[in-house]
T-cell receptor, first 113, second 115 residues
Framework: EDKVVQSPLSLVVHEGDTVTLNCSYE??????LLWYKQEKKAPTFLFML????IEKKSGRLSSILDKKELFSILNITATQTGDSAIYLC?????????????FGTGTRLKVLA | KAGVTQTPRYLIKTRGQQVTLSCSPI?????VSWYQQTPGQGLQFLFE???????NKGNFPGRFSGRQFSNSRSEMNVSTLELGDSALYLC??????????????FGPGTRLTVT
């Protein structure tokens, strides 16, 4: 069965620290891996990584995909209190009629001032 | 562009009742997916609608159903509510024919509490 596992489950850091969040996956037919940030309710999209785009960067956030070892990491440098959120990763799974995104349970990040 | 909207935002129901949740996608988006989020199970896919047809389905019982209208707005219905149905229900829209090729835009969710 396809699955996504994130680690750590939670993390507490101080402003200015650098954090690395992990997402490992097992999926029959890999297409992509997505990262989302969930602050209050609605997850917001961060990155999509594919076979043709294994590194993405946006400001202080960056992500890489290792298709050989089946994992991705999300790095946040110079963390700020506004980075406090749950970070989710997701991979598409299934076949026709059963396509879906499988989400990990997330990493809860708390950044202290 | 306005984001994905969901109504109501909060709902309290009693076991055995049924409930209908509504989702309006971003203008131009034709794919609407529904998710259940609970502390123990995380985000779990319910189903996806495209052009008024259920195109993909997760592993939830038949008590969970949905539909999509010609304007892409979608509703989700849960019949015979159980305590375990208490969760945050999220709706997400995406633009394309293949919803796996695009990121999804999530609404703020409906918090359902079943007592």
């Amino acid at each position: 069965e396809d699955k996504v596992v994130q680690s750590p489950l939670s993390l507490v850091v101080h402003e200015g620290d650098t954090v690395t969040l992990n997402c490992s996956y097992e999926v029959t037919n890999f297409r992509s891996l997505l990262w989302y940030k969930q602050e209050k309710k609605a997850p917001t999209f961060l990155f999509m990584l594919t076979s043709s785009g294994i590194e993405k960067k946006s400001g202080r956030l960056s992500s890489i995909l290792d298709k050989k070892e089946l994992f991705s990491i999300l790095n946040i440098t110079a963390t700020q209190t506004g980075d406090s959120a749950i970070y989710l990763c997701a991979v598409p799974s299934g076949g026709s009629g059963t396509y879906k995104y499988i989400f990990g349970t997330g990493t809860r990040l708390k950044v202290l001032a | 562009k306005a984001g994905v909207t969901q109504t109501p935002r909060y709902l309290i129901k009693t076991r055995g009742q049924q409930v209908t949740l509504s989702c309006s996608p971003i203008s131009g988006h034709r794919s609407v997916s529904w998710y259940q989020q609970t502390p123990g199970q995380g985000l779990q896919f319910l189903f996806e609608y495209f052009s008024e047809t259920q195109r993909n389905k997760g592993n939830f019982p038949g008590r969970f159903s949905g539909r999509q209208f010609s304007n892409s707005r979608s509703e989700m219905n849960v019949s015979t509510l159980e305590l375990g149905d208490s969760a945050l229900y999220l709706c997400a829209s995406s633009p394309g024919l293949n919803f796996l090729s695009y990121e999804q835009y999530f609404g703020p969710g409906t918090r359902l509490t079943v007592t």
